[in-house]
C-alpha cells in the first residue's frame, strides 16, 4: 500500500504493526551520461516493485527525494540538504510516522551520503525518546542489504562491485529511464582515483573523508560503458526480491522488550 493513497481515516485504521517503508533518494550528478536524479528513481523503482510483491503486507511512504549530498557540491546540480539539518528533517518525518500510531519503521536507503546523517538521526530519537526506544526502527541501504544478490556473476557484470554512476547504475537507469541515459556523452578522457580506504589491506576497517571531485573527474567510476537494460532489469528484480523477504521477516520481527 501507498501511504500516499490514504485518508485519515484509512491510516487510522491500518494494522499499526504494519512495517513503514520510508524511501530515500537524493538529487546529485551521476556523471556526464545520467541524470541527476539517479538515486531516487532506483529507490522509488524499488518500491514500485516491492508494492507488487508485498500489497497490503507492507506500506510504503512517498520517497524522500531531497538527501545529504553536499560532497558533490563541486560538480553543478546537485539539491541538498546539509547532513545536519538532514538529520532533523529524518526526525520530523519519523515523529509523524509514530504520531499516526506505527510501531515498525524501516528506512530503505538509495544514497549513499545519507547513511551516516540518518544514523545520527535515529540514534538520536532512541537515546532521547522512549517512544523511539521502543520502537521496531531499522535502516538499509539496498545495495547492502540485497549485497548477495547483486554478484557479478548473477548479471554478467564486468566490473566487481557497484560504486556510482557505475555499470550498474547505469544498467539500473537503462532499465527504469532508457530515456535519460546518454551513454554517447561519456567521456573518454575519464581520471578516476583509488580511494585508500576502499581497497587493500585497509579496506572495511577505517572511513576517508573527501569530497567526490578527488575521486573522479567527470563524475562517474568504475565502466558504465559495459551497461546494458538486460543487466539492469535482472538487477531490479533480483534486489526487489531480496528486499521483499528481508521485509517479511522484519514484519515478524518481535518488539526489543528491556530485559530485567
Known amino acids: 500500500m501507498y501511504w500516499s493513497e490514504q485518508s485519515w481515516e484509512d491510516i487510522a485504521s491500518i494494522d499499526k504493526n504494519l512495517p513503514v517503508v520510508v524511501p530515500l533518494g537524493s538529487c546529485e550528478q551521476h556523471g556526464k551520461h545520467l541524470p541527476v536524479f539517479v538515486d531516487s528513481f532506483q529507490v522509488s523503482a524499488l518500491v514500485e516493485k516491492l508494492e507488487d510483491k508485498l500489497g497490503d503486507r507492507a506500506l510504503f511512504a512517498p520517497t524522500l527525494w531531497l538527501g545529504a549530498s553536499d560532497h558533490h557540491r563541486d560538480f553543478p546540480g546537485r539539491l541538498s540538504l546539509p547532513p545536519r539539518l538532514y538529520t532533523q528533517v529524518i ?11 506505527f510501531t515498525r519503521i524501516h528506512f530503505l536507503n538509495g544514497h549513499g551520503g545519507n547513511l551516516i546523517p540518518v544514523s545520527q538521526a535515529l540514534t538520536d530519537l532512541v537515546v532521547n525518546d522512549d517512544r523511539f526506544d521502543g520502537t521496531t526502527m531499522t535502516l538499509g541501504s539496498w545495495w547492502q542489504t540485497a549485497i548477495e544478490a547483486i554478484m557479478p556473476k548473477n548479471h554478467g557484470m564486468s566490473t566487481p562491485n557497484l560504486t556510482h554512476a ?5 544498467s539500473l537507469m537503462l532499465a527504469i529511464r532508457e530515456d535519460l541515459v546518454q551513454l554517447s556523452k561519456l567521456d573518454p578522457v575519464h ?3 583509488d580511494r585508500p580506504w576502499a581497497s587493500g589491506k585497509w ?12 575521486w573522479t ?8 560503458s559495459q551497461a546494458t537494460a538486460v543487466k539492469g532489469h535482472s538487477l531490479l528484480e533480483a534486489v526487489a526480491d531480496e528486499l521483499a523477504a528481508f521485509l ?11 530485559l530485567k
Do not use: L
Open 166 to 170: 557505475c555499470e550498474y547504475e547505469t
Open 248 to 258: 517479511s521477516d522484519f514484519s515478524k520481527w518481535p518488539p526489543m522488550e528491556p
Open 91 to 101: 526526525q520530523s518525518f519519523a515523529n509523524c510516522v509514530i504520531e499516526s500510531g
Open 191 to 193: 581520471t578516476e582515483k
Open 217 to 224: 573527474s567527470t563524475g562517474h567510476m568504475g565502466d558504465p
Open 203 to 214: 579496506r572495511s576497517r577505517i572511513e576517508g573523508f573527501h569530497r567526490f571531485h578527488r
